[in-house]
């Protein structure tokens, strides 16, 4: 049964679920298995951080992640059809376990997401970026 978004055990949900997706992926998992030099274990606990301060305002989320996405860049060039389809497993996953306002929000999110993302990793390529 879906249920709305509340607290950090339903962001804990919409982690796991995404991220077990995103690893069995043909076209994004490949970025975490063969790029990244990559932690399991620590990079779920920071990405819940991450979406229950976006979804529910906890702060809780310390990182940088248009400086990690502009790193993993230079390493693994990201193209547009990689944050198609991660925006599409995200919207898949929270539309199979949830529902409510804060989907809405999630999605919203994610749609500024993608478009600041690109934008930033394409002006990261000018000499005089400044972030």
């Known amino acids: 049964m879906k249920?709305?978004?509340?607290?950090?055990?339903d962001i804990q949900l919409l982690v796991e679920s995404f991220y077990s997706k995103v690893k069995e992926d043909d076209l994004i998992g490949a970025i975490f298995s063969d790029v990244l030099v990559f932690k399991w274990d620590i990079h779920i606990p920071v990405m819940i951080d991450f979406w229950e301060t976006v979804l529910l305002g906890t702060g809780t989320y310390r990182g940088n992640t248009m400086r990690v996405h502009i790193d993993l860049n230079k390493v693994y060039p990201l193209k547009?059809?990689?944050?198609?389809?991660?925006k599409e497993?995200?919207?898949?996953?929270l539309d199979e376990h949830f529902t409510g306002i804060k989907v809405d929000e999630a999605?919203?999110?994610v749609e500024l997401m993608e478009v600041l993302m690109?934008?930033?990793?394409a002006q990261s390529n000018n000499p005089n970026f400044i972030q």
């Open 89 to 93: 497993l995200f919207f898949e996953t």
């Open 118 to 121: 690109q934008t930033k990793i």
């Open 3 to 9: 249920k709305e978004i509340e607290n950090r055990d």
């Open 80 to 86: 547009p059809e990689h944050f198609e389809r991660w």
């Open 107 to 109: 999605k919203n999110r």
